[in-house]
């Protein structure tokens, strides 16, 4: 059974930093692009991050290039995002999420609040 287990979230001032984690089992980790997405209170979904099974192509949503930095350690089996700079518009529940085009798999996602 593939999960995907968010962790990290919490409440962090402007300008503060976070972490999360997402541990994977179920799959072999390393065979597979793995995502971030985030969805905002009352918003849609934004994807934010992913990061290719292979080649270690990262790529990032505009409103988080040069703040986020996505990471990945297949020995672990976990995928993580670094938050720095956060701004209040970066709340949100943080999904990891695994797609391909026969299916896509979600985390429980992890409340990250940024409030003064």
């Known amino acids: 059974e593939v999960q995907l287990v968010e962790s990290g979230g919490g409440l962090v001032q402007p300008g503060g930093s976070l972490r999360l984690s997402c541990a994977a089992s179920g799959f072999t980790f390393s065979d597979y692009a793995v995502n971030w997405v985030r969805q905002a209170p009352g918003k849609g979904l934004e994807w934010v991050s992913s990061?290719?099974?292979?080649?270690?192509?990262?790529s990032y949503a505009d409103s988080v290039k040069g703040r986020f930095t996505i990471s990945r350690d297949n020995a672990k089996n976990t995928l993580y995002l670094q938050m720095n700079s956060l701004k209040p518009e970066d709340t949100a529940v943080y999904y990891c999420?695994?797609?391909?085009?026969?299916?896509?798999?979600w985390g429980q996602g992890t409340q990250v609040t940024v409030s003064s």
């Open positions: 990061f290719s099974s292979g080649g270690g192509i990262t």
């Open positions: 999420v695994r797609i391909t085009n026969r299916d896509n798999y």
